[in-house]
């Protein structure tokens, strides 16, 4: 019924449009109209009609139409790969790489491109440089462009979430890494309809290279009105020409937003080549319901059984942490943390928000840099390296995160948007760690059956609950066989009827002898689970040692206040 | 051996339509296309570049059949001249305003596209004469505005193209309408002929200043007003210091004119071949 009368609405429109033209043309009054059109009425219409015709088809415009092309073409893929160089040097942590970046786009985009384009086609042979018409154009539309897409570029990749970079970073992938695989493609959506228009002014304003000669549509139809002074014939010609390739332009685009577009169900096997959709095979739909399987338990004994360090001595602590010092500007969060961690042992971290409780653990992992004292896994710097008595941070941070192998989960799931349950399961064993495709799907199959969740494989996060996505969470970094697992409040973000089936999961991890570090305000799990109990507050340990002592007899008055407050919520 | 006497002698020859006359002098009259390694080496092997607009009836534009083809007087001129020195030649077609920079830089060899004379533009290139030309004053068919001179200019409209010589005209007679208290000329600055044309058909300019050339005005809607800058030099534009084509060309154009090839092109082409003028090399 709806879509009746929107048909019968287009229709009246299309039928307005068509006679308000005819209006114009048959209108004897204009000087201009009557120049071209022969005679008025509808035959002079039809006639017109005919003349713009054989322009439209003339092979000498169409070849300045295809010059349009070629131009744009090349000029948009060049100054989209040095616009996408700039954003990043823009967004660097070096001043140097801002700075450069910035001057560029500041002095390209705010000259004129005639200016540019002429400058380069007769100033450079001052200096021995002399380029043809074409290669002029290429140049200097590409450098232009590169100005403005840089801007656009470091738009999109602004609007990516920080999440996303920081569990890409947890699991050992490089800024370049990160960037190619997760950054971009989220980036793509805000990126793609600016590069669209970016197009398709390129198609357009090729015509002002007819000032280095390049004889494109525009300047063609021009020499062709020079002759027979029927502007607007040859000019709606031109027109409808160019409306064939911006549409052309307009459906690449369609079919590009479709593409990156994480709303739509992925239902067929993807078989784009672009580098971020590799094929994957449908697998059948598992029959499981979300109950955990029962063999799980013997799938993260074989993990956590994968001792990658066998050359540590059995008796070395897993984690050292000592004279731990961190503060954000004048804030003083951790005033000299010295905790050690036996492998195996599951240490809970109890305290109040702002003790620096995840302070902490990004410092392990060395998501941020320490500002004093040391922390060592199975006895060795993660990212850092002695320089003349202070620990000064690596240059291959994410290397040396990567040969750490420390897992880490977010108290928001921090699962890479784009990418299915699965996918973001072997994106750092295969991209990371360089395993061979098929095995790491296999592997993350298991995986994510033995979290109960094989039958959600290929769904994208925002498909799955908040606990379905934590599951997955814990089973994207158990896939890089971590040494050391990190919980970063991972149920805090939680509906409490989902926090049992993480809970569920981790518990069992803990079973199974992985070394873990959980910073959590379940105090039951925290008495079920930890091995022993710390509890930091104002940035120091207050008090530690095993549950029974900490939870049910503690020392310190501070503990016995936090205890009350939070068992009685 | 001085060029004018020896052009002035094929002049006189022309004229007399005897070319048994001094057949030493004669001798010169003739092209010699296969001899320009030894004439002009450093012509030799190249192919010359000569830039036009392309959009400038009847001097250089498209074939209305063929729009590949490229036609008109300078067109044939320039490519008789090359002919005639014996260097393969290309046209390198582009806006307008681009083509003197690019002379300059190097681009293109020549620039051949009715380029009048000024001091000015003498000042960064070199000029080959080789004809002369006329500015008018063009109005609508039937003079609405009744334009006999440049004084019944003031206080109306006019449009000209940019960096011509007629926009210096209007100019300076605004600027004289003013001191005379009267009102000034509201001046419209059009990028090519065809926009410019447009202005006085849809009524937003009473005149327009351009090449004084009949044939290039549809005798249906535009009628010529009035003629001034009679005497205006043509020349092809060739960069500074350029002397050997600068010698290739004058001698090739003077042979040219010599045995009437210029004449016939000037009927040809409807143009006045009084409008000749002897070939000659102007570097200021």
Not at chain 1, 335 to 350: H, M, T
Not at chain 2, 126 to 137: C, E, G, M, Q
Not at chain 2, 233 to 241: E, H, L, M, N
Request: glycine content about 10%.
């Amino acid at each position: 019924m709806g879509g009746a009368s929107k048909g019968h609405n287009v229709g009246r429109a299309a039928l307005g449009c068509v006679a308000a033209t005819a209006t114009l043309v048959l209108d004897a009054g204009q000087p201009a109209w009557a120049e071209d059109v022969p005679g008025g009425g509808l035959a002079g219409l039809a006639h017109w009609l005919g003349e713009v015709g054989h322009y439209a088809v003339l092979p000498f415009l169409l070849r300045g139409a295809l010059l349009a092309i070629e131009i744009a073409v090349l000029a948009l893929s060049g100054g989209l790969v040095l616009g996408l160089c700039l954003a990043v040097m823009r967004l660097s942590q070096w001043k140097i790489a801002r700075g450069c970046a910035w001057t560029y786009v500041w002095f390209v985009r705010g000259t004129p491109l005639l200016l540019q384009l002429v400058f380069l086609y007769d100033a450079l042979p001052a200096v021995g440089i002399r380029l043809d018409s074409f290669t002029t154009a290429v140049m200097g539309f590409a450098l232009n462009e590169a100005a403005f897409s840089a801007e656009f570029i470091r738009g999109g990749l602004l609007s990516v979430n920080r999440s996303q970079k920081i569990a890409a970073a947890a699991l050992g992938m490089s800024s370049f890494l990160t960037l190619r695989r997760i950054v971009l493609p989220q980036a793509m959506r805000a990126i793609l309809p600016a590069i669209a228009n970016s197009a398709v002014n390129m198609i357009k304003g090729t015509s002002i290279a007819s000032v280095i000669f390049v004889n494109e549509l525009t300047f063609r139809s021009e020499q062709i009105v020079a002759q027979n002074f029927q502007f607007f014939t040859v000019l709606t010609a031109a027109g409808l020409i160019y409306l064939v390739l911006t549409t052309v332009v307009a459906s690449v685009q369609s079919a590009l937003e479709r593409h990156f577009d994480q709303d739509r169900e992925r239902t067929a096997p993807r078989r784009f080549l672009l580098p971020w959709r590799r094929g994957s095979t449908v697998e059948p739909p598992c029959n499981a319901s979300d109950a955990l399987a029962p063999s799980a338990g013997g799938l993260f004994e074989g993990i956590a059984a994968v001792d990658v360090t066998q050359r540590v001595p059995s008796d070395t602590p897993c984690v050292v942490c000592s004279g731990v010092c961190k503060s954000y500007g004048s804030h003083e969060v951790l005033r000299g943390i010295d905790l050690a961690v036996a492998r195996g042992e599951v240490v809970v971290i109890i305290g109040p928000s702002g003790s620096g409780k995840s302070t902490l653990l990004r410092l392990i992992n060395h998501l941020e840099h320490l500002d004093a004292g040391e922390i060592k896994i199975d006895g060795a710097f993660v990212g850092y390296e002695k320089a003349g008595g202070t620990l000064r941070p690596r240059r291959d941070l994410a290397r040396a995160r990567a040969e750490a192998r420390i897992g880490m989960v977010f108290q928001h799931f921090n699962l890479f948007e784009h990418l299915t349950a699965l996918e973001n399961v072997i994106e750092a064993p295969i991209y990371v760690y360089g395993e061979d495709p098929a095995r790491a799907r296999a592997g993350g199959m298991r995986l994510l059956e033995s979290v109960g969740l094989g039958h959600r494989a290929h769904l994208l996060p925002h498909r799955l609950s908040g606990g379905q996505q934590q599951r997955v969470g814990i089973a994207r970094a158990l896939a890089i066989a971590p040494r050391l697992m990190l919980f970063d409040e991972p149920t805090s973000a939680l509906d409490p009827e989902l926090v049992n089936e993480v809970l569920g999961a981790i518990r069992r991890l803990a079973l199974s002898g992985m070394t873990m570090i959980i910073v959590t305000h379940e105090i039951r799990f925290a008495r079920d689970v930890g091995d022993r109990i710390v509890f930091i507050d104002g940035g120091e340990i207050v008090e530690q040692g095993t549950p029974s002592k900490v939870l049910g007899s503690p020392d310190h008055e501070r503990t016995r206040r936090f205890l009350s407050i939070v068992e009685q919520a | 051996m001085n060029l004018r006497i020896l052009l002035a002698a094929n002049a006189a020859l022309w004229w007399c339509g005897d070319a048994g006359i001094g057949t030493a002098l004669a001798d010169e009259v003739k092209c010699e296309p296969q001899a320009i390694a030894s004439k002009y080496p450093g012509l030799a092997g190249r192919t010359m570049k000569i830039g036009i607009s392309a959009a400038d009836k009847p001097n250089t534009f498209r074939d209305e059949r063929d729009p590949s083809i490229l036609a008109g007087f300078d067109v044939e001129y320039a490519r008789a001249a090359f002919a005639c020195i014996g260097a393969p030649i290309e046209f390198s077609v582009g806006g307008w305003s681009g083509l003197l920079p690019a002379l300059v830089a190097g681009q293109s060899d020549v620039m051949w596209d009715a380029l009048y004379y000024t001091a000015e533009r003498a000042k960064s290139i070199d000029y080959v004469l080789y004809s002369s030309s006329r500015s008018a004053i063009v109005v609508d068919k039937g003079n609405p505005k009744n334009i006999k001179g440049f004084d019944d200019l003031c206080g109306l409209r006019a449009v000209a193209q940019v960096g011509s010589v007629e926009v210096a005209a209007l100019q300076r007679q605004s600027q004289s309408c003013t001191d005379r208290h009267k009102p000034e000329i509201a001046i419209s600055i059009a990028q090519d002929r065809p926009s410019a044309l447009r202005e006085l058909q849809n009524g937003r300019d009473d005149a327009y200043l351009g090449i004084g050339v009949g044939v290039t005005y549809d005798p249906a809607l535009f009628e010529i007003a009035h003629i001034f800058n009679a005497g205006l030099k043509v020349g092809v534009g060739v960069r500074k210091g350029n002397s050997e084509l600068e010698r290739a060309l004058v001698t090739a154009i003077g042979i040219l004119q010599a045995n009437g090839t210029t004449r016939k092109l000037y009927e040809r082409w409807r143009l006045n071949p009084e409008l000749s003028v002897p070939a000659e090399i102007v570097t200021q």
